[in-house]
């Protein structure tokens, strides 16, 4: 999951899969989801995002620890 912010345009995008979007839907004023071909959420797109959410409070809780592949 990736968070990626562009000021220049106030806009807040969530990558959710490196799956590529197909589908979008308007879900309220700048918000947009976006789908893969299966219909799996991909991406989260925030625009105005400053006014919608708290871009200096992050957290994470109980996220699922993956251990990384061990390569030789």
Do not use: H, W
């Amino acid at each position: 999951m990736k968070f990626n912010y562009y000021p220049e345009t106030d806009s807040l995008y969530i990558d959710l899969s490196s799956r590529t979007s197909i589908r979008s839907e308007v879900v309220s004023e700048g918000v947009v989801l976006d789908y893969d071909e299966e219909g799996r959420l991909v991406g989260i797109d925030i625009d105005n995002a400053s006014n919608k959410v708290d871009l200096n409070d992050f957290s994470f809780s109980k996220i699922p620890f993956i251990e990384p592949a061990v390569t030789d």
